[in-house]
């Protein structure tokens, strides 16, 4: 079961501009897991009908916060130290879904990945990414 | 020197709606290399008086791809294949540049990196990201 | 089912130094899929009774092509573009087991990952890679 | 100058099995900097009269070794977390130097590249890799 609620991850990230300019949203929450979706828009469209690369990154390290808050409980200044993205196909300019998992959480530093996909559109994800997230050191101690 | 005038910039890139909110600006541009800032503003701080991950990896893709079309000229549908960006110190919230050059390139990919400095705060890089690009096949002939 | 034979393999990666060096072992063989092995050895051994990073590299590169010609048949000339590799917890000096799958394959690029365990020992990772390999142009066509 | 010398270096990665046995040479050392050399030889010969991606790896992360001992004195125990590697041009079977720099140093986490270069051949890398490395805690104070 995640170590935040809902309640607590919107007050965390809900305010953040990026979060809010692209409308995403928390679709399911786990302990180390969590389903974000980033909806379709005119505002991060790229010509040709597809999603601006910066919106999909936004998505992978967005998702994969959220995964990691789910496992760590929340801890507002956990950031990035790496990510790093494979565009595989060009998603057609419809919501994407973004699947991320830990795979490694220490102390210190937190890594794992996200798979993104079209929704609706086909089961081959549309872009793979790793990330690394440090921890602050003093964060309240999990229950 | 450039294969790409500010002009033919600003008509491939100037209204992507990603560089338009966060300001992008061209500051220099050569053949394979580009000096691109992404000024301060609280749309894109993060709590704590620094600069959100999203606008820092955007600032990364942009000043690569203008690095790029330095290279081979107006060729708009240069993607991003992988974009790998390590977060080295937390930067101040003042307007960030990007330092970009192309490394390798290639008939169909590019290669090469960007480091991120905070304007007028030290010679240190914020952040260092590598991309590579794919280049369509059919690009006009450069002259 | 694999689109190669293990004497296919053999013929083509037995002799390489490298694999032959560290007596790298094909355990299972799949269309995009791979498990392989890496016996422990004092000659890949680190101080503290670990596993040195290149050792380690070379199961996730070798495992990586090795799915890969599961999936497209003997191409020899098929070679990395991108390796990037995240070591996440020490293993000690026993096999290690690479896990590799294809994620992507296109006609020109292949993309994918490969997850490296200790054998006997968690169900941890211990590394985690991923791998971008360039499929040659002329290779033969798929029966 | 750099913080270790020679002799320090020998003592601690002149047994290292992988060093030995590519006879790899620190041709120079700096405080945060290391020219490093991986003599060309049949051992790491691929087909088609080029150098094996293995080969190439272990020269780069050798190379990110010594420079960033060269920078915090001999710290036997640091390790890669991460190493990333483009593959830009198959280089001959000739030398290949490795040109390493620290771009971060921190206490806990180093971070750097390392250029590849095909010696007397061409001016263009053939390769490019960064790297973290993570420093142990307990590590000797320096001077």
Chains 1, 2, 3, 4 share one sequence.
Do not use: C
């Amino acid at each position: 079961m995640a170590r935040i609620t809902r309640e607590e991850l919107q007050a965390i990230s809900g305010d953040l501009p990026w979060v809010a300019q692209l409308h995403l949203v928390v679709e399911e929450l786990g302990e180390g897991t969590a389903r974000t979706r980033l909806p379709a828009s005119a505002d991060h469209s790229r010509p040709g009908g597809t999603i601006s690369g910066p919106a999909m990154m936004t998505l992978a390290d967005y998702g994969f916060y959220v995964a990691l808050l789910g496992a760590i409980g929340p801890v507002a200044l956990a950031v990035t130290t790496n990510l790093s993205i494979n565009f595989l196909r060009k998603p057609p300019l419809l919501d994407l879904i973004g699947e991320a998992r830990v795979i490694k959480l220490g102390k210190r530093l937190a890594y794992g990945e996200v798979l993104l996909f079209s929704l609706g559109h086909s089961d081959d994800p549309v872009a793979h990414a790793t990330l690394t997230y440090s921890i602050p050191p003093d964060r309240p101690p999990l229950d």
